[in-house]
């Protein structure tokens, strides 16, 4: 059975070893931050892709391999950005702290 950590996304019926993920949580003092934007850069710092954070500051992308930028835009915040390496059949789980 495939999962991610208890009380993050699930990946039931997602075929792990075909895609690279990056998934996580975006957080403030320990609290999920939902109505957050993550943005997905590229090696050069070109936006990729957006997502809105759940209501429990969740998100995921599908990426390709290699090194990325998440850039986190959240409402009394200052943009904070956190670097991942996404691989093909593994999933990079990461937790955005504002």
Not at 20 to 38: F, H, L, M, W
Not at 72 to 78: H, I
């Amino acid at each position: 059975m495939c999962g991610a950590t208890e009380g993050g996304l699930s990946l039931d019926g997602i075929d792990v070893k075909k895609e690279a993920i990056v998934q996580g949580q975006v957080v403030r003092d320990g609290s999920p931050v939902g109505n957050a934007y993550v943005r997905l850069l590229d090696r050069t710092g070109e936006f990729t892709a957006e997502v809105p954070t759940s209501a429990t500051g969740h998100f995921r992308f599908f990426a390709g391999d290699g090194e990325w930028t998440l850039r986190t835009l959240a409402p009394k915040s200052d943009p904070v950005d956190k670097r991942v390496v996404a691989s093909v059949g593994s999933v990079a789980e990461v937790v955005v702290a504002l």
